[in-house]
């Protein structure tokens, strides 16, 4: 009896250097409401498809997860077919949010205390809306950062979510980001995003860049809406959505492979 042969691959074809796969860990934010505008928020679309897309390209495998677990929503403005065409461009997060397989992925998240992070090579925490008022004080999110860091492994965090960053610490007590060169939605984006809407957004009590220097933090920004991230040694930072790409090749430079 003759065997069937196996189908032919008509994909394109990614040179590796490992036998077992590059395993990345990125992690959304459960939905919340905003306590300035009262309105169901959630984790940005592009922080999460942007890098996810980069991913791919190497041949990657991804775990999204959340620090709840369960289904997770991305922000209303981020989603490119929403009626404010604030995401109108976004033409990556379109193809990922009309994609049922990788929708499946947000149906029903792992939750981060749920994992180990021996299991992976480096982690991604993306931004959005809900990280402002969820991740600065998520204990599980500070661990997950902490092991990354402190077991030499690239450790990523994007525009809103390194608010998880801002009080996390190192096993001596000592705050991460002390000395570090990061980035992070910049002031001039707030100001931009609350005039934009008519409203504060993001409680000024909760802005990223203030918050980072009185940790110690050498805070840098490459402009109004310019994509921009900045590598310290294993700690990636990216300025907001439109960095996550650069966020991604920093980290895939980071892994050298």
């Given at each position: 009896?003759t065997a069937?042969?196996?189908?032919?691959?008509?994909?394109?074809?990614?040179?590796?250097?490992?036998?077992?796969?590059?395993?990345?860990?990125?992690v959304?934010?459960?939905?919340a409401?905003?306590?300035?505008?009262?309105?169901?928020?959630g984790f940005?679309?592009?922080?999460?498809?942007?890098?996810?897309?980069?991913?791919?390209?190497?041949?990657?495998?991804?775990?999204?997860?959340?620090?709840?677990?369960?289904?997770?929503?991305?922000?209303?403005?981020?989603?490119?077919?929403?009626?404010?065409r604030?995401s109108?461009?976004?033409?990556?997060?379109?193809?990922?949010?009309?994609?049922?397989?990788?929708?499946?992925?947000?149906?029903?998240?792992?939750?981060?205390a749920?994992?180990?992070?021996?299991?992976?090579?480096?982690?991604?925490?993306?931004?959005?809306?809900?990280?402002?008022?969820?991740?600065?004080?998520?204990?599980?999110?500070?661990?997950?950062?902490r092991?990354?860091?402190?077991s030499?492994?690239?450790?990523?965090?994007?525009?809103?979510?390194?608010?998880?960053?801002?009080?996390?610490?190192?096993?001596?007590?000592?705050?991460?980001?002390?000395?570090?060169?990061?980035?992070?939605?910049?002031?001039i984006?707030?100001?931009?995003?609350d005039?934009?809407?008519g409203?504060?957004?993001?409680p000024?009590?909760?802005?990223?860049?203030?918050?980072l220097?009185?940790?110690?933090?050498?805070?840098?920004?490459?402009?109004?809406?310019?994509?921009?991230?900045?590598?310290?040694?294993?700690?990636?930072?990216?300025?907001?959505?439109?960095?996550?790409?650069?966020?991604?090749?920093?980290?895939?430079e980071?892994l050298?492979?």
């Amino acid at each position: 009896m003759t065997a069937t042969p196996p189908a032919p691959v008509h994909h394109s074809s990614i040179d590796t250097v490992r036998t077992a796969p590059t395993r990345v860990l990125m992690v959304v934010a459960n939905s919340a409401v905003s306590t300035t505008t009262g309105w169901s928020v959630g984790f940005w679309a592009a922080e999460l498809t942007h890098p996810y897309f980069e991913f791919s390209q190497v041949g990657y495998e991804v775990t999204v997860a959340s620090p709840d677990g369960g289904k997770v929503e991305v922000d209303r403005l981020s989603d490119p077919r929403d009626a404010s065409r604030w995401s109108a461009d976004d033409l990556i997060s379109m193809g990922f949010l009309n994609t049922p397989e990788l929708m499946a992925l947000l149906e029903d998240t792992p939750r981060l205390a749920d994992l180990d992070p021996d299991d992976f090579d480096a982690i991604v925490v993306c931004g959005g809306q809900s990280p402002s008022f969820t991740f600065r004080d998520n204990k599980d999110l500070h661990q997950a950062i902490r092991a990354f860091y402190e077991s030499e492994k690239p450790t990523a965090v994007l525009c809103h979510g390194v608010a998880a960053l801002v009080d996390a610490t190192l096993s001596d007590g000592s705050y991460l980001v002390q000395g570090k060169t990061v980035t992070a939605f910049a002031d001039i984006e707030e100001e931009f995003s609350d005039e934009r809407n008519g409203r504060e957004i993001t409680p000024r009590e909760l802005r990223l860049e203030p918050a980072l220097k009185a940790r110690g933090a050498n805070y840098v920004q490459g402009g109004l809406w310019k994509p921009f991230a900045v590598r310290d040694g294993r700690l990636i930072t990216g300025q907001q959505q439109y960095s996550g790409r650069k966020v991604a090749v920093l980290l895939i430079e980071a892994l050298g492979h």
